[in-house]
């Protein structure tokens, strides 16, 4: 089976550390996220996401900083599975919620395992320089740290001496 092309193009996103948990009166549930790197390098990426109630996608995403390529594609689970016996690093495990904003969306990601308490919130955006009011719960800014990219926390685990609320 040929995968098939999901989102193509560029991801335009910004990412911060939270400054509170006044986010979760707004927020979903929440789905579980797994995933894993197939290749880490400068200016590349490849990750299998495994998440609830969705089919498993590979996404290869190029660049770096706030707009970066970004190309998905459908795997079947079984092949998703049987990948990560190929993974680099360790597998990032996160409970993701979404929190309207405008006519925007939060991607607030509360992280398990060795990256816990790591709490982050993306806002993906229209385009490049779109104003976004941001609410008093979100924090510092990392869109520009390579250290806070799930590539590199799969990688090297937790950025050392940031331990965000819940």
């Known amino acids: 089976m ?5 989102v193509m193009g560029i991801e335009i996103e910004r990412k911060f550390l ?8 707004h927020a979903d549930a929440g789905t ?14 490849v990750r299998v996401r495994l998440r609830e109630g969705r ?8 660049g770096a900083g706030d707009a970066r390529g970004e190309y998905e594609y459908e795997v079947p689970e079984a092949d998703a599975r049987e990948l990560e016996a190929a993974r680099v690093g360790f597998v990032v495990e996160k409970r993701r919620h979404l929190v309207p904003l405008g006519d925007l969306t939060v991607e ?6 060795a990256l816990s308490p790591l709490v982050m919130a993306e806002i993906e955006l229209p385009a490049a320089g779109h104003a976004v009011d941001l609410p008093d719960w979100i924090g510092r ?5 390579p250290r806070y990219t799930n590539a590199a926390m799969a990688l090297n685990g937790r950025p050392d001496g940031d331990a965000p609320q819940r």
Do not use: N, S
Not at 2 to 6: A, C, G, I, K, S
Not at 18 to 25: E, K, N, V
Not at 32 to 45: K, N
Not at 141 to 145: G, L
């Open 55 to 62: 089919k498993p996608m590979i996404t290869i995403k190029t």
């Open 32 to 45: 579980r996220v797994r995933q894993f790197y197939l290749a880490i390098r400068e200016g590349l990426t």
């Open 18 to 25: 939270l400054a509170g948990d006044a986010w979760r009166r």
């Open 2 to 6: 040929r995968p098939t092309l999901d």
């Open 141 to 145: 800014e990392v869109t520009d740290d």
């Open 108 to 113: 607030v990601d509360v992280f398990e395992g």
